[in-house]
């Protein structure tokens, strides 16, 4: 059973940058890999990133490609989502999320092939 807890979440004008950090504890981090998803307000949650249990594969919405990087340091069981250039349209709450790697990467943007969650951590970017 693995806890997670986001964190780095804040008000940042928009071209701005924001550090999103994942704290995970409960279970063997490396053996998981890890997701970070949004939800606007009146929006359904959507896929931002996802990570392999090694840090060696990662994918990555059309939206946010070039503009953010997922990463994560096994050692530390931690996870981050570096966010450079927001734009407003990226104002959401953001959710990391995991379940154990170790087989096909089919619908890893489906909210519903991780097992659990972090709380969230609200992102605001204002014009």
Request: aromatic share 14%; charged share 20%.
């Amino acid at each position: 059973q693995v806890q997670l807890v986001e964190s780095g979440g804040g008000l940042v004008q928009a071209g701005g940058s924001l550090r999103l950090s994942c704290a995970a504890s409960g279970g063997t981090f490396s053996r998981y890999r890890m997701g970070w998803f949004r939800q606007a307000p009146e929006k359904e949650r959507e896929f931002v990133a996802v990570i392999d249990w090694s840090g060696g594969r990662t994918y990555y919405t059309d939206s946010v490609k070039g503009r953010f990087t997922i990463s994560r340091d096994n050692d530390k069981n931690a996870g981050y989502l570096q966010m450079n250039s927001l734009k407003p349209e990226d104002t959401a709450v953001y959710y990391c999320a995991a379940r154990l790697d170790g087989g096909s990467y089919y619908r890893y943007y489906m909210s519903d092939q991780y097992d659990y969650w972090g709380q969230g951590t609200q992102v605001t970017v204002s014009s």
